[in-house]
């Protein structure tokens, strides 16, 4: 933007010469005499100089919200820019379950490959992909995990695709249901026939499933997929992914949906456990590394992306997860 573009700009926003000069110290009559010059260059009146405060012309209103853009589109270039040459720092974030245990395997990968790395790790707080989403719009989060916002301002990329099933104590299965039963190995292998997937919840009979938290994703995809089922009356509040539900299945205090990936954590195995696949293509959803679309990746940024879609990659293959 050129001197005089800048100099108009103050005196907008201030809506007085003489606060203006003060500000860009410079004398009021030399101010004056550059807006004077400007305006004989654009050929029409930025200001109306007869009322008080001062007030734009309508050109000038014109002219002005232009110099903002002008301004706004000027301090993108130079955060860009920037973002490429500046790889000493990167800060992520995840609040599902799966990105719990993937964020840790991905930092110490790029901690690894970049020890001087300066990385921040965000796990969200109440309503935390809403929250940690807006960061990642605003920039205060280079990149988040999560499942993908229908929004033309990120960038997403898959990095695995999960399977929600049912998950229950061996005691609890109801006899329509146990021709559907498979282990844990199977669930997170996917090597079992078709005909063990269910599409029907009456199998459950009167087992009770134990809520899930309000307004996540996996929520509306068990009131999708498993309307009609009785639900407990144990409630869980505050929680942003199904761990502590499904140690509360553990106890026996009823069935829970969960996601493959959540189960093929070495950490969750107990042989008296046994799982339920819908047919219904809802009980799948996609893991996404999130971006912002309008902000150039850095060294660092590139380099956990595609440390993330490798580790991503490996796992599909460990334990047969799509």
Do not use: W
Not at 75 to 97: F, I, P
Not at 227 to 241: A, F, I, P, R
């Amino acid at each position: 933007m050129e001197l005089s573009e800048k100099y108009a700009a103050k005196v907008a926003e201030l809506k007085s010469f003489s606060a203006a000069a003060k500000v860009l110290f410079v004398s009021q009559p030399a101010l004056s005499a550059t807006v004077a010059r400007l305006e004989g260059e654009l050929g029409f009146k930025i200001f109306d100089r007869s009322t008080s405060p001062l007030s734009l012309t309508a050109e000038g209103r014109i002219y002005i919200e232009y110099l903002g853009e002008l301004t706004e589109r000027e301090a993108e270039m130079k955060r860009r820019v920037r973002n490429l040459t500046d790889s000493t720092s990167l800060a992520v974030g995840g609040s599902c379950y799966t990105a719990y245990n993937l964020l840790a395997k991905l930092c110490g990968e790029l901690k690894r490959l970049l020890p001087s790395l300066n990385l921040s790790v965000d796990m969200g707080g109440e309503a935390s992909f809403g929250n940690l989403l807006e960061k990642v719009r605003r920039g205060t989060l280079d990149m988040m995990i999560g499942y993908y916002p229908d929004d033309k301002d990120f960038i997403a990329t898959p990095l695995i695709e999960e399977q929600l099933a049912v998950a229950m104590r061996e005691e609890l299965i109801p006899p329509a249901a146990k021709p559907y039963a498979i282990t844990r190995e199977e669930l997170i292998s996917g090597d079992f026939p078709s005909s063990k997937r269910f599409s029907g919840t009456e199998i459950f009979g009167g087992v009770e499933f134990i809520r899930l938290g309000r307004h996540t994703l996996t929520e509306r995809i068990m009131k999708e997929v498993l309307s009609g089922v009785k639900y407990s009356s144990l409630n869980v509040e505050n929680t942003h992914h199904t761990a502590m539900h499904y140690n509360l299945m553990l106890e026996g205090l009823g069935a829970v949906l969960i996601a493959d990936t959540h189960v093929s954590t070495p950490a969750i195995s107990d042989p008296a456990v046994r799982y339920f696949v819908p047919e219904d293509k809802a009980a799948k959803r996609t893991l996404y590394l999130i971006s912002p679309r309008s902000v150039e990746p850095n060294s660092a940024a590139e380099l956990f992306k595609s440390t993330a879609v490798a580790v991503c990659r490996e796992l599909r293959g460990e334990h047969g997860i799509k």
